[in-house]
């Protein structure tokens, strides 16, 4: 079963308006990762947050984690025609040994 | 580093074919698994390996069965092909450790099934 939703299902911006998904999730878990996928291309990882971190950035983006409400956010800022992709929450749970579960995935269209 | 190659990029198959999707990594990494993305339903965990010998169902297991017999390959078989695994199936890999790492993808294999 899926463990993360996503929210929203599709989102659409304008160029350098800043763009925010979120995630929740539903079991305890020991880190939580945010992947893009540009269409009909493999998965890519963009940041890694742990259980014991609130706030993680790289770039132009930044995650937060509530682990008392079990969910996340990504916000992107000062969005490109580039950043247009796909969107995948994806957490890691107990002793994972690398296994992770996916949410549904938020698709984000920027426009120029 | 090629990373993790999969191959083929396409393929068509009869209902009740068999077929194997390769998938290699020269990341030395001890996890791999397959996953299937229809759409809408975002990553789904078919088979998963923590290492060479080792291998584990996932979410959606039915119809497929792979092997690990080496660090580098992760094989994924369809023993007989249904409409139903239409789908695009991506191989994964990365270090096997209690916290999770970033998985590198492979590109995908797109499979249609009539």
């Known amino acids: 079963s899926q463990q993360g939703e996503e929210d929203p299902q599709a989102l659409s911006i304008q160029e350098g308006e800043n763009a925010t998904m979120n995630c929740s999730y539903k079991t305890s878990i020991n880190n939580l990762q945010w992947y893009r996928q540009n269409s009909g291309r493999g998965l890519v990882h963009l940041i890694l947050i742990r259980s014991n971190e609130r706030e993680k950035h790289s770039g132009r983006l930044r995650v937060t984690l509530d682990t008392s409400k079990k969910s996340s956010s990504l916000l992107i800022t000062a969005s490109r025609a580039a950043d247009t992709a796909s969107y995948f929450c994806?957490?890691?749970?107990?002793?994972?040994?690398?296994?992770?579960?996916f949410g549904q995935g938020t698709i984000l269209t920027v426009h120029p | 580093n090629a990373g993790v190659t999969q191959t083929p990029k396409f393929q068509v198959l009869k209902t009740g074919q068999s077929m194997t999707l390769q998938c290699a990594q020269d990341m030395n990494h001890e996890y791999m698994s397959w996953y299937r993305q229809d759409p809408g339903m975002g990553l789904r965990l078919i088979h998963y390996?923590?290492?060479?010998?080792?291998?584990d169902q996932g979410e959606v297991p039915n119809g497929y069965n792979v092997s690990r017999s080496t660090t580098e390959d992760f094989p994924l078989r369809l023993l007989s092909a249904a409409p139903s695994q239409t789908s695009v199936y991506f191989c994964?890999?990365?270090?096997?450790?209690?916290?999770?790492?970033?998985?590198?993808f492979g590109p995908g294999t797109r499979l249609t099934v009539t």
């Open positions: 994806a957490t890691g749970e107990g002793t994972s040994y690398g296994k992770l579960t």
């Open positions: 390996s923590v290492g060479a010998g080792i291998t």
């Open positions: 994964a890999s990365s270090y096997r450790t209690v916290f999770s790492y970033e998985q590198y």
